[in-house]
C-alpha cells in the first residue's frame, strides 16, 4: 500500500503544475484534510522528541555537572562550550512507528582551523565513520543507537563531552582553592 501513495507523490512531482490545477482545485478539501492529517503526525513527532531532549537535557547537566548544555528548542541537544570552538550535536530520527527510533550524536567543527586543530585525535578515536565536510564545516558521526536506550545515550553523550573536554583549552575541573 505504501508503494502506491510513494508512486502517487512521484505521479504529482512529474506533473506540470498547469496539468495539476483542475485536480487542486477539485479535490481541494481532501488535500486540506491530509495536509492537516501530516501537520497532526509532524506534531506527534516533534512533540516526542522534543520531550525526550529536554528530560536527556536535565540528565546530561547532571551527569558532567555542567549547565552549558542546550536543548535547541527540543530539536536537538548541544553543548558549544569548547576552546577552540567545536561543537557536540544530537538528535532522533524518527521512523513510522517510532518518533524516537535512532538517537545519533555528532561532533561539528565549525571552521576549517578547529578542524585541523582535534583532526587527528578525533580520528584516532572514533574510526566507524568519515568526516563529511560542508563548506567551511566538518561533521563527524560519533554515534547511533536506538533511541529508546536512553543509558547509552546518556553514557555516550558523556563520554563525548569527556573526550573533548580533555582535548580543549578549557580547564573542566573545579578550582581546589576555596572563596
Known amino acids: 500500500m505504501t508503494d502506491h501513495y510513494t508512486e502517487l507523490l ?3 512531482e512529474q506533473t506540470p503544475m498547469e496539468d495539476l490545477a483542475c485536480y487542486f482545485h477539485d479535490n481541494a478539501e481532501s488535500i486540506d484534510s491530509l495536509i492537516q492529517l501530516y501537520e497532526a503526525y509532524n506534531k506527534h513527532v516533534m512533540n516526542a522528541q522534543a520531550k525526550r531532549i529536554r528530560e536527556l537535557r536535565k540528565s546530561i547537566c547532571q551527569l558532567t555537572e555542567d549547565d552549558a548544555w542546550s ?10 562550550d569548547f576552546e577552540p570552538r567545536i561543537y557536540i550535536q ?6 513510522a512507528a517510532d518518533p524516537l527510533a535512532t538517537f545519533s550524536i555528532h561532533i561539528l567543527a565549525p571552521t576549517v582551523q578547529a578542524w585541523n586543530h582535534y583532526e587527528d585525535r578525533l580520528l584516532d578515536h572514533y574510526t566507524a565513520q568519515e568526516p563529511l565536510i560542508i563548506g567551511n564545516k566538518t561533521i563527524l558521526q560519533v554515534f547511533t543507537v536506538p533511541g529508546q536506550q536512553q543509558e547509552q545515550v ?14 580543549t583549552f578549557r580547564n573542566f575541573f573545579p578550582s581546589l ?3
Open 10 to 12: 512521484h505521479t504529482f
Open 71 to 80: 536543548d535547541m528548542e527540543g530539536l536537538e541537544i548541544s553543548y558549544n
Open 90 to 95: 544530537a538528535g532522533f530520527t524518527s521512523n
Open 154 to 167: 546518556l553514557k555516550a553523550l558523556q563520554e563525548v563531552y569527556l573526550f573533548l573536554s580533555s582535548l
Open 177 to 179: 582553592t576555596s572563596h
